[in-house]
């Protein structure tokens, strides 16, 4: 099993909807979490950390669940310029990315 | 302020030869880490320097695969007998302190081992 797995997409959505990603990992003793998002041939950029309480950034919303080992990322209102490859990481003193999750928006 | 570099960009080799990766973190960054990334794949964890010394070196697949950062700042990755499954896209990436900060990455070295 890999330690942090994500669905693979590709999510099309058009513009303006509200995608939602999600992520499993593996190890319970994981210490911080983050979605890093990827252009296509350009590198990682982190996007935001994610926090047991759940944290907002503008469209961006991010949840962590400990107990079920599981985190998420809400996209409202999706624009032309989301459209990259969203990474789910996990630390565990090193960190660990999924496969990513590869979201494309149209008109 | 300048960000991560990586060179060369793209580096074309034969199998069996020899290959080095360079890295510039970003300056004051005492952290600093190598990834490969496959076609489809996330980054995949190589190395983690602080300062000069190897602080996790567990991603390394073999001992064809050697990183330095002699100073403390400039690291090189060094691939020995490249084989075909070497071709991938190495990053680096450096960050303040350690694992819990920020890592901020470079637009990595495309190597390609015919």
């Known amino acids: 099993r890999k330690e942090v797995e994500q669905d693979p997409g590709p999510f099309n959505v058009p513009e303006g909807a509200t995608v939602a990603f999600n992520c499993t990992y593996s190890n319970s003793a994981s210490q911080s979490f983050f979605w890093y998002r990827q252009d296509c041939r350009k590198e990682p950029k982190l996007l935001m950390s994610v926090y047991s309480s759940g944290n907002e950034d503008g469209r961006f919303t991010a949840q962590l669940n400990r107990a079920s080992q599981y985190i998420s990322l809400l996209i409202r209102d999706s624009k032309l310029s989301d459209s990259a490859t969203y990474l789910c990481?996990?630390?565990?003193?090193?960190?660990?990315f999924g496969t990513g999750t590869r979201l494309q928006v149209f008109p | 302020g300048a960000g991560v570099s990586q060179t060369p960009s793209n580096k074309v080799t034969e199998k069996g030869k020899y290959v080095e990766l360079r890295c510039d973190p970003i300056s004051g960054h005492t952290a600093l880490y190598w990834y490969r990334q496959s076609l489809g794949q996330g980054p995949e964890f190589l190395i983690y320097?602080?300062?000069?010394?190897?602080?996790?070196d567990s991603g390394l697949p073999n001992d064809r695969f050697f990183a330095v950062r002699p100073e403390g700042s400039v690291s090189t990755l060094k691939i020995q007998r490249t084989e075909r499954g070497d071709s991938a896209v190495y990053l680096c990436a450096s960050s303040l302190i350690g694992t819990g900060n920020e890592q901020f990455f470079g637009p990595g070295t495309r190597l390609t081992v015919l």
């Open positions: 320097f602080q300062g000069t010394g190897a602080a996790d």
């Open positions: 990481v996990v630390n565990t003193d090193k960190l660990i």
